[in-house]
């Protein structure tokens, strides 16, 4: 548009060029004829300009255009190489040999470390994977024979990989309800509102492990070592903590409603006063029950 009206602006003065010039002035026809051609030059030169200016944008656009078609092209490309990754180390799961096993479950830690929108999905994978392979009852299952033993190495690997994946907004964590997992080593492990209701945890090794607001219902922790574990408003209603390891472990605002405490060491009365507990809840000999806390029913025979 610019263009345009500079190019009526320069018409005008090639019509108006003999009013700059009045008669009867020496030499006035060469002068008018010059100024003229330099109308016509700066003419050319402007509609050239705008040429050029209207060819680049023009390669500007097709740029453009050739760089979405790129970035699509890669994104389906991209696609594809998650899904033939994720199905690779999926089959690897299932596969009868033990390191084949093991290779799929590290595919699927760096496909969720790499690829963050995946993390769910690999989470979903690995947790079943543990359930399935440690429920009493289940095919298949491979359940450790103690908690001397703990569990294969497959499924260590597994409850490791979730233990330490990134931590993301809305991810769980894992759900492993009703796993059978005894002797399992998780110290620092980061299961912080995971699922573990009902699982068999005796003789698990739990220090320091970030335990904050996991479900906990009816799970076993029987001689486990929970030293420096936070267990922050973590819920442990009917949880067997019978000979477990407290040193240190904080159970601010933690659920101990039906938790049999008995022979837990080394407890202090502080730990007990910072978490919640009812009537049901069994306290090993020599500590007070929190004021706090409903009193123990007693029954008369």
Known sequence: MVGLVVLIGLAVLWVQAPIFYPP????????????????????????????????????RRAATRVTERDRQVAERQLAGQLIER????????????????????????????GFPEEQPAVVEMLSAFVREHTRLGRPGNRRCKS?????????????????????????????LTGA??????????????ARLDGVNLAGARLVEANLTRAGLVGVNLRTARLDGADLTGALLDRANLTDAR??????????????????AVPLTQ??????HGDAATVLPVGFTRPTSWPEAITVLL
């Open 86 to 113: 994720y199905t690779r180390a999926v089959n690897q799961l299932g596969s009868d040999t033990a390191d084949v096993r093991l290779g799929g479950i590290y595919a699927l830690e760096r496909l969720a470390g």
């Open 147 to 175: 908690a001397a033993d703990g569990p294969e190495t497959d499924i260590q690997a597994a409850i490791n990989v979730l233990g330490r994946l990134p931590a993301r907004d809305g991810v769980l964590r894992a759900d």
């Open 270 to 275: 502080e730990q007990l006063e910072a978490a």
């Open 24 to 59: 009867p002035a020496d030499g006035r026809a060469p002068a008018i004829a010059t100024t003229r051609t330099g109308i016509v030059i700066a003419g050319a030169a402007l509609i050239i300009f705008v040429g050029l200016m209207m060819s680049l944008a023009e390669i």
């Open 246 to 263: 407290l040193e240190g472990a904080d159970l601010t605002g933690a659920w101990l409603d039906g938790v049999d405490l008995t022979g």
């Open 180 to 193: 059978d997992l005894a002797g399992a080593r998780l110290d620092r492990a980061n299961f912080t509102r």
